[in-house]
Structure formats: C-alpha cells, structure tokens
T-cell receptor
Framework: AQSVTQLDSQVPVFEEAPVELRCNYS??????LFWYVQYPNQGLQLLLKYLSGSTLVKGINGFEAEFNKSQTSFHLRKPSVHISDTAEYFC????????????FGQGTELSVKP | GAVVSQHPSWVICKSGTSVKIECRSLDFQATTMFWYRQFPKQSLMLMATSNEGSKATYEQGVEKDKFLINHASLTLSTLTVTSAHPEDSSFYICSARDWSSGSIKNTGELFFGEGSRLTVL
C-alpha cells in the first residue's frame, strides 16, 4: 500500500519570498512522483514529475522539486512566489505497474500575501 | 499536452434524481479513465477505474450501484450518480491516461478534466 503525507495544510507567505511545500510518501514498491496545482473550482494541472534520473526536477511556473529516496521525500520549492501562485498543491505518487492509479496527499494551501 | 473535458461543470439537482457526468478525451484515446471525488478543502479520493469495454473497478467503500460508470468508447467515460442525496454533493474529477505515446505509457502521466461540481438539494 502507498500513502502520501503533506506536512503542512496551509502555508502563508509574502510575495517574492521563497517557499517549500513538504511531501513524504510511503510505499512498498517503486513509485513515480508528481506535484499538481489546483485553482478554485478547477481540475488539476501538472507542475512537475519525477520518473527517473536526476533527482532535481524543474517544472512550470518556476517550481522545482527534489526527490530524496532515503528520506522518501519530494519537497516542492520556489525561490520567489507571486500572488498568482495562491492555490492548492497536491503531491501524488503512482506505483509502478498499477495502471496509472494516483494516490494523493491531503493538499497544501499556499496563500501568497502582498 | 492532451486534453480531457468534463461536462457539465456545474449541476444542481433535487434529491432522488440521477445525474450523469461525462468525461471525454479530446485528442487521444483513453482505454483507462479514473474518477475521483473531492470534498471541500480535502484531497482527491479515487472512486473507481474505468476500463473501456469492461466493468469498472471500484475502490473499497465506493458503492458501485450508487456510482455507475460506463466506458463505452475509447474517448468517453460517464459517471452516473443514482438517486442522489445531499451527501453526494461534491466535486468530481476524471482523469485519463494516453496510451498512444510510449514515453507517457511508461511514465504514468495522467491528464485531468476540469471537474464537475454536483450540488444536491
């Protein structure tokens, strides 16, 4: 079985400040890792993904994440946030060879203040 | 990227009626689609995996007679909430996997619809 834990339910931050959204996972099998963003009343948009190779992955909108296998973490970071980054962020894992099923974390609400 | 469309975006219905939500892959064929449910301020919970031409696979605790899923073609899956009650009010999101690309097939990337908000009065 797999589980995903996002350690912060809400993260308030001022504009242009750096931010880190934390994600830890548990799995008995290898997984792919994803971060999604959701704006109010909308579906999910993929920010970035880790499949293999370099553990530092870069995504859209200036976000990046680093896969740490020993700590089973996949934290999301951005060096300087904008008001428009205010949204809900979800970390997710997909186990290998399970047909595409995604297991989501609880979500982190990022609130960027001026 | 690939496009997945849901319809309707919003639906309000009376208790006891049935509501159908469509999920379409617009520019690729999706043999597998996934239906999620999201309560306010909460995460997405997988309800079922929809397989083209066969029965859906439901997650534990999801009533298959309550949430009917049909995947009759490679581009369309439907979720019907039967005899809806206020507790069924939620945001329903579908996703689809594009098997046509070998790289995507192996990476597990899914494309999500815009979501459908159901309110049962």
């Amino acid at each position: 079985a797999q589980s995903v834990t996002q350690l912060d339910s809400q993260v308030p931050v001022f504009e242009e400040a750096p931010v880190e959204l934390r994600c830890n996972y548990s799995s008995s099998v290898s997984v792919y890792l994803f971060w999604y963003v959701q704006y109010p009343n909308q579906g999910l948009q993929l920010l970035l993904k880790y499949l293999s190779g370099s553990t530092l992955v870069k995504g859209i909108n200036g976000f990046e994440a680093e896969f740490n296998k020993s700590q089973t973490s996949f934290h999301l970071r951005k060096p300087s946030v904008h008001i428009s980054d205010t949204a809900e962020y979800f970390c997710a894992v997909r186990p290998y060879n399970q047909g595409g099923k995604l297991i989501f974390g609880q979500g982190t609400e990022l609130s960027v203040k001026p | 990227g690939a496009v997945v469309s849901q319809h309707p975006s919003w639906v309000i219905c009376k208790s006891g009626t049935s509501v159908k939500i469509e999920c379409r892959s617009l520019d690729f064929q999706a043999t597998t689609m996934f239906w999620y449910r999201q309560f306010p301020k909460q995460s997405l919970m997988l309800m079922a995996t929809s397989n083209e031409g066969s029965k859906a696979t439901y997650e534990q605790g999801v009533e298959k007679d309550k949430f009917l899923i049909n995947h009759a073609s490679l581009t369309l899956s439907t979720l019907t909430v039967t005899s809806a009650h206020p507790e069924d009010s939620s945001f329903y999101i579908c996703s689809a996997r594009d098997w046509s690309s070998g790289s995507i097939k192996n990476t597990g990337e899914l494309f999500f619809g815009e979501g459908s908000r159901l309110t049962v009065l």
